[in-house]
């Protein structure tokens, strides 16, 4: 997932556990969080914050990309291209979806 996500999570995790203690109805610090767990292995933790985001966030691409990634790591590839199709249609840019599509073609999704 260290390709996906970036190699450091420390100060974005620290930082996305200070903005949900200020405000816990925060989606983007959610997924922020969720990534991080996720590049630290714990996808159970990351899971529960992306479904988090996804449920304060209503249509958040960045959220659904995540959570798409989460399942694909932990072997549900229903889930997995569930959520990263979704993502690729709320996706606010070509780029972005077409990344999107580049990682499930790797996961063979």
Do not use: N
């Not at 405000?23 to 988090?52: I, Q």
């Amino acid at each position: 997932m260290s390709e996906a996500f970036g190699a450091d999570c420390t100060k974005a995790l620290a930082d996305a556990d200070k903005a949900i203690e200020l405000d816990a109805e925060f989606p983007s610090a959610y997924g922020a969080r969720a990534l991080c767990r996720a590049e630290a292995r714990d996808l159970d933790g990351a899971l529960d914050d992306a479904d988090k985001a996804i449920a304060l966030g209503r249509g958040d691409a960045f959220a659904f990309w995540v959570r798409g990634l989460i399942h694909a790591e932990r072997g549900d590839d229903v889930a997995a291209r569930a959520d990263l199709l979704r993502a690729i249609d709320l996706a606010p840019a070509p780029d972005f979806a077409a990344q999107i599509r580049a990682q499930m073609a790797e996961y063979g999704l």
